[in-house]
Each structure stands twice: as C-alpha cells, then as structure tokens.
C-alpha cells in the first residue's frame, strides 16, 4: 500500500469538499456535490473582489447570480443553503478543513496567435490550494487546460506550495467539464466525466468524489494528460463542425440556395454505421470554451517532446476552422451593408438595432460574443447602434436595454445576432411600425424570422445561408 493510500484509509471516505470559482461551472457543481447524501459539506471560494463579491451574499442566501435559464438551479441552491450543506466564502484557508477540492476557474488566451493562455486567475487558485493544502487531499482540476498541465504546471505549484509531494502525500487528477448553459445540472448529472489521475491512486479518488452526482452518466478513467486532450479535442471537433456548416452556409448564399434545405438532406442519412453531425450556422461562435481550446490543443503540441508528422506547411484545419467562425460577426456586418445598400444606405449614418448580446439563446452568458466585434465594425463605419437583451443586464462599456420597442425605434435595420426565444414571435408589422420605416432592413442571423412575412411586408431581409431570398425583390 502507498503512502497516499495509506493517507485515504486514515482520512476516510470524502466528506467534505470545496469548489474554487463560483461561475458557470463551479456553482452547480458545488450544490449537485452538496446535494450528495454521502457529502457532508461544500465549501464554494470566491474572491472578495470588486466584481465579484456579490456572488457570496447571494449564494449565501439561496439565490443565484446566473441569470440565464437554467432549470432547477435556484431551487437546488436555495435547497442545500438552507440544509446548512452549502457555504460560500472568500476565505482561502479554510481549504485546509476539505477531503477534497476542485478548481473551476477560466483559463482565456489573450492572444491566441502566440498560444499563450493567460494562466493568470488559475495559478491564483493553485497557489491559495498549495498553501493550505493538507496531507491526503484530493485536488482537481475542472479548467480546460493545456494538455500538460496537470503534471506540469499545476503539479510543481501545488509542491512548491504545500512541502508535499504529488502522488505521495495528495492525490491530483483532471476532470473537465462538460456543460453547456441553459442546462447545467442536467449535463453535470448525465454526462460522462472524464477523469484522469497522475497516478492510479489519485485516479480512484477522483472518481469516488464524482460518481454520487452522476445519474445517467458514467465515469470514464483516464490519465491526466490524455483526459486534458479529451477535453480540449471534444470542444475542437465541435467547433470545427460549426465552421463546416457556416462554410457551407457561405456557399449557399454564393449558389442561391436555402443551406437548412440542404442540412435536411444531409442529416436525413443516418444508419447503417453512418454518422452525419450536422449542427446550424448562425452569426458567431461565442462562450468561454469554444474560442479558445483549439490553441490549447494546438499548445499542447508546441510544448511538448513529441515528433508531430503533419503535411508540410499545411495549415492546422482546427485553427482554420477557428478562422471560419471568427468571420462570421463580419459576414453579418457585410450581409447589414449589402440590404442598406439595396435601399440607397450606407452603414455610415444608419441606426442598427442589435438584437441580442448573449452568445448563445436564454442565457446572460456573454464571454466572447460574437455581438461585439459585430458592433465595433459598425461603430467605425460611422452607425449609431443600439443592443437589446432580455437576460444580459451589465456588461462592461455597453449600453444594453431590454426595452425591445425602445431599441427598434427609429431603427434603418434591425439585426439578430442570439436566438433568444424572446424574438421567435417578433412579428413584421410590429417592427415596421416601430422602426417607421418604409423600407426597414432584417438581417438574421439564427434563423428566428420567416423571410416571407418580412419581405412581404416591405422589408430588405438578409439571412445566413439564405441564398434563395437573400436577393428577394425589394416590395415597395
């Protein structure tokens, strides 16, 4: 028996458990976690900052600071606070009380052509973890990391630290998440975890920390390294499918063709060991995951010592599919140009009307949002813009309004950039009306409109992968 088995067997089973970074991830796994029967108390960490120290009170209270749709979150917080089982507090020391800890904290690129992620806000947290870290704790890793890190980075931080020695005196493992917003718990619950231990022994430990919130979902063990590239590989592969189907999406509106007829087509060959994910385009990829694991995929393999065998000069497709969706927000801005100019407008002088700010639909999750480069190239064109979001209420240097009427007045064209189901039943004589119009501008980029009932009603419409009305004749 190892020392660290030895270390478990006095500690016991997990018990108590703390979670760094009260986000998107962070706040449901702590409550799922103190929700566990088995669990006896979670701990969340957030810092007292400026920014960020609203987040306490209100946990603390059973409330929850994410504003989006997330089915059954507010209850199961306010459920585990009043069961005395869930604590939030800004004091790192009590780190030292914990069986086990988690860290979910976001690891950006500030610049992804260098590959240099700013590590800045997770090393903070290793270092809090490091300091009061105790013989026999299981510390892990939920960030998307660079393949590497773990044994690496995190390892050497945690040692320097504490005095201790990974794999001998605490267990370290990574075990990424795998959620979406607008439905956390549900992902956390059913999904399969990826868990990857530097050792066989911290490795067992993680996985009786996850299997109690699990319901449908299995645990999957793995190394460390290889659940970091799962992680970082999974997110790459969908991003590379969206940029397939924007690609195409560009391609039908060059032929004059619907890109959704042509999706049915190709999702409609299915069986027979055929697998055809087919997903939607839309104006942007957004969101904190999405943007930026391709380059810690790729700076996976820049720091390594492995020999990588790939076509010379040949671009990485992952990155270039990164590029794919990067120019979206522009072709909207093009597609914005192209209806004014139908009606003798520039962008220059004209009032857009953004319709949401959130990347993705009935969330306030606005990280990367493919709205902002979108608003910035109109801004220097010489537009007045306006943003609407039922759901983002403050957002750095952006004015947003959930006044719908009030954004829409006035407006030369009217934009969709989310598709919140608030704009599903946004009808063409409303916003003609509104906007005061005779012949007001819809560019959409999430398919919520019928182009026929705007293009009917005078409108210029433009959509994504609308080739076949995208040169509508202009009613007059």
């Given amino acids: 028996m190892s020392n660290l088995e030895k270390l478990f067997k006095e500690r016991g089973p997990i018990k108590k458990i703390g979670v760094l970074g009260m986000g998107y991830v962070g706040i449901p796994s702590a409550v799922l976690?103190?929700?566990?029967?088995?669990?006896?108390?979670?701990?969340?960490?957030?810092?007292?900052?400026?920014?960020?120290?609203?987040?306490?009170?209100?946990l603390n209270r059973g409330e929850s600071p994410l504003k989006g749709e997330e089915p059954g979150l507010e209850d199961l917080i306010s459920k585990v606070v009043k069961a005395g089982k869930f604590e939030c507090t800004p004091d790192f020391s009590r780190i030292s009380e914990l069986?086990?800890?988690?860290?979910?904290?976001?690891?950006?690129?500030?610049?992804?052509?260098?590959?240099?992620?700013?590590?800045?806000?997770?090393?903070?947290?290793?270092?809090?973890?490091?300091?009061?870290?105790?013989?026999?704790?299981?510390?892990?890793?939920?960030?998307t990391i660079t393949p590497g890190t773990t044994e690496g980075m995190a390892k050497q931080i945690l040692e320097?630290?504490?005095?201790?020695?990974?794999?001998?005196?605490?267990?370290?493992?990574?075990?990424?998440?795998?959620?979406m917003v607008g439905r956390l718990l549900k992902n956390i619950r059913e999904h399969d975890r990826i868990v990857g231990g530097i050792n066989e022994a911290s490795t067992r430990r993680a996985v009786e920390l996850y299997?109690?919130?699990?319901?449908?979902?299995?645990?999957?063990?793995?190394?460390?390294?290889?659940?970091?590239?799962?992680?970082?590989?999974?997110?790459?592969?969908?991003?590379?499918?969206?940029?397939a189907i924007n690609q195409l999406a560009l391609y039908c509106e060059a032929m004059g063709i619907n890109v959704y007829d042509v999706r049915s087509g190709v999702d409609s060959l299915k069986g027979d060991g055929i697998t055809r994910a087919v997903l939607w385009p839309g104006a942007g990829v957004g969101?904190?995951?999405?943007?930026?694991?391709?380059?810690?995929?790729?700076?996976?393999?820049?720091?390594?010592?492995?020999?990588?065998?790939?076509p010379e000069g040949a671009d990485s497709i992952y990155v270039l599919a990164r590029k794919v969706n990067d120019f979206m927000p522009v072709h909207m801005y093009n597609l914005t140009a192209a209806a004014l100019k139908r009606i003798g407008k520039e962008i220059k002088?004209?009032?857009?009307?953004?319709?949401?700010?959130?990347?993705?639909?009935?969330?306030?999750?606005?990280?990367?949002?493919?709205?902002?480069?979108?608003?910035?190239?109109?801004?220097?064109?010489?537009?007045?813009?306006?943003?609407?979001?039922?759901y983002v209420v403050n957002y750095p240097g952006i004015e947003i309004s959930d006044d719908l009427e009030k954004v829409i007045r006035g407006a030369d064209?009217?934009?969709?950039?989310?598709?919140?189901?608030?704009?599903?039943?946004?009808?063409?004589?409303?916003?003609?009306?509104?906007?005061?119009?005779?012949?007001?501008?819809?560019?959409?980029?999430?398919?919520v409109v019928e182009p026929d009932e705007f293009i009917g009603k005078g409108f210029v419409y433009k959509g994504i992968g609308r080739g076949d009305k995208n040169e509508h004749v202009v009613v007059t």
Wanted: aromatic fraction near 6%; charge should be negative.
């Fill in 413 to 447: 064209a009217v934009v969709v950039l989310a598709g919140h189901s608030a704009y599903l039943g946004v009808k063409a004589d409303w916003v003609k009306e509104v906007s005061g119009k005779v012949n007001p501008v819809i560019v959409d980029g999430r398919n």
């Fill in 287 to 310: 969101g904190h995951c999405l943007t930026k694991d391709t380059y810690h995929l790729e700076r996976g393999i820049k720091i390594g010592d492995g020999q990588l065998d790939y």
């Fill in 99 to 143: 069986d086990a800890v988690t860290l979910a904290i976001q690891t950006p690129f500030a610049n992804p052509k260098d590959l240099e992620p700013d590590f800045s806000a997770l090393i903070e947290g290793i270092k809090n973890v490091g300091k009061n870290l105790r013989p026999g704790t299981l510390v892990v890793l939920e960030s």
């Fill in 211 to 243: 299997s109690p919130v699990l319901t449908v979902g299995k645990v999957i063990p793995m190394s460390a390294t290889a659940a970091e590239v799962t992680k970082t590989a999974e997110n790459t592969f969908r991003d590379l499918q969206i940029a």
């Fill in 33 to 58: 976690f103190a929700d566990a029967p088995c669990f006896n108390k979670v701990l969340g960490f957030q810092r007292n900052s400026k920014s960020s120290s609203y987040k306490i009170d209100m």
């Fill in 349 to 390: 002088g004209s009032k857009i009307a953004m319709l949401g700010w959130a990347f993705i639909r009935d969330s306030d999750d606005a990280r990367n949002t493919p709205s902002e480069p979108y608003r910035d190239l109109c801004l220097k064109a010489g537009a007045t813009v306006t943003v609407h979001d039922p």
């Fill in 160 to 179: 320097e630290e504490s005095g201790l020695k990974a794999g001998e005196d605490f267990a370290l493992a990574h075990a990424p998440e795998r959620v």
